[in-house]
């Protein structure tokens, strides 16, 4: 089943690694700010890269909207660590190596370049918003792994979202 817009968001428990060691980090615990969450196929790779760091540039602009970005792969959370140390990626990294997350949200490729690479169950790249109270307000999910979210659409949402 697929987050819906207007539900509550899927609530999660995902593996974070920083300097400071493994977390346990839940979207829960966001509760009260608004929250992007960027779903990215495979660390390491050109599009993805490139997208975590210029929004790592921007996080500004998020923040002044009161909202949080996370970012999340089937990565485990140790590439997730080292692929945000070499490529200056400042946002959390959450390692949704079981795919659990990526499924109840919609996102999960079935098949991810079979004819290149023959992975199976990877996140396809994808966009959502949660409001303050939990509630997924907008989403943005994309077939073609080589195309960017909207980040112009997540910017006008979040200001929606932060007005009094």
Known sequence: MSAKI?????????????DDGLHDVSLRSYRGKNVVLLFVPLAYTGVCTDELCTVSQGLESYHSFGAEVLGISVDSPFVLEAWAQ??????????????????????????????????????????????????????????????????????????GLAQP
């Not at 207007?6 to 428990?13: L, Q, R, T, Y």
């Not at 790249?125 to 909207?150: H, K, M, T």
């Open 6 to 18: 207007g539900e509550p968001a899927p609530d999660f428990s995902l593996k974070y690694k920083n």
């Open 86 to 159: 070499d490529n200056g990626i400042s946002i959390p990294l959450l390692s949704d190596f079981n795919r659990e997350v990526s499924r109840a949200y919609g996102c999960l490729y079935d098949n991810f370049l079979p004819e290149v690479l023959g992975y199976h169950g990877v996140a396809k790249r994808s966009a959502f918003i949660v409001d303050a109270n939990g509630i997924l307000r907008w989403a943005n999910v994309l077939e073609d792994a080589g195309d960017l979210p909207d980040f112009t659409a997540i910017r006008q949402v979040l200001q």
